[in-house]
């Protein structure tokens, strides 16, 4: 079971990537997702499995509400990345006892990838909510990797400094 200052500190995570999303307009929110891709593993390790789920779905919750007319999508997508992120540090063996930067960083570049190319699909080809850019594809994908790839680095190296050992003493 998942200790109550655990929980308070994955649902701090959640409102910081609200927090994070605050000054930017959509589209522009879903592009700055480093926050995300750094605190959705760190929820990972904190609570362990479904962890980013939890974290994902609280960030989700309270951006739903800052933008009700795209709720659905920001709380369907705020699901699958939270399950995709613990779905890949399941498979890659993510560890929080003993944590593996490489792998860390490589699940949260793979789920970060997949959540930005099923946004876009959905949002473009499936609804027709926005047109179809090849440079935004380009984009998505190539900077979505790369600060999945960062955050999962930066996560990793917090967690090995300073985190692990104040989530050891709660």
Do not use: H
């Amino acid at each position: 079971m998942v200790k109550s200052k655990r929980l308070a500190l994955a649902t701090l995570f959640g409102v910081l990537i609200f927090v994070s999303k605050i000054p930017l307009v959509t589209p522009l929110d879903k592009a700055a997702i480093v926050v995300q891709a750094l605190l959705l593993p760190l929820g990972y390790l904190v609570m362990g499995r479904l962890g980013a789920t939890y974290v994902s779905v609280v960030g989700g919750l309270l951006s739903a509400i800052l933008r009700p007319a795209l709720s659905p999508f920001t709380l369907l997508f705020a699901l699958l990345y939270g399950l995709l992120t613990d779905g890949f540090c399941i498979l890659f063996k993510v560890r929080a006892s003993q944590l593996n930067t490489l792998r860390l960083t490589l699940s949260m570049g793979v789920s970060t990838a997949l959540i930005g190319l099923i946004s876009y699909y959905t949002t473009v080809y499936a609804f027709a909510l926005l047109p179809r850019n090849l440079m935004l594809e380009v984009v998505i994908l190539v900077l979505g990797t790369v600060c999945g790839l960062v955050g999962g680095y930066v996560a990793a190296t917090i967690w090995i400094k300073y985190l692990s050992k104040i989530v050891a003493k709660i």
